[in-house]
């Protein structure tokens, strides 16, 4: 390698580094337009997950216990766990493409 080639090289790297600069700054605010949106499919996906979250907490009974097992015997944990991944799957590449 010459000191031209060298030089070119230090060239494309400041310019490229100047230009991620450039545009980190043009598309901040565009990326934080779309805050609200990721975060209201971020707690549907949430809920999706789990929609007996709050049920399952109550430690002074064996009610949620029964339920889950009730769940889990009929095959439906396993059906709404296939469900809501598919559900985030389609979510997250539907709106990754957004970026």
Do not use: C
Not at 3 to 17: E, W
Not at 43 to 64: A, C, D, E, G, M
Not at 66 to 89: D, E, H, P, R
């Amino acid at each position: 390698m010459n000191t031209n080639d060298l030089l070119f090289t230090l060239f494309l790297l400041i310019t490229s580094y100047f230009f991620l600069i450039v545009l980190t700054g043009i598309l901040r605010p565009l990326v934080f337009g779309f805050e609200k949106l990721f975060r209201g499919i971020n707690h549907l996906q949430w809920f999706i997950t789990n929609p007996f979250r709050y049920f399952w907490k109550q430690r002074s009974t064996n009610k949620p216990r029964g339920f889950f097992l009730a769940l889990s015997y009929t095959g439906l944990t396993v059906f709404w766990f296939l469900i809501s991944y598919v559900i985030k799957y389609a979510t997250a590449h539907t709106f990754s493409y957004l970026l």
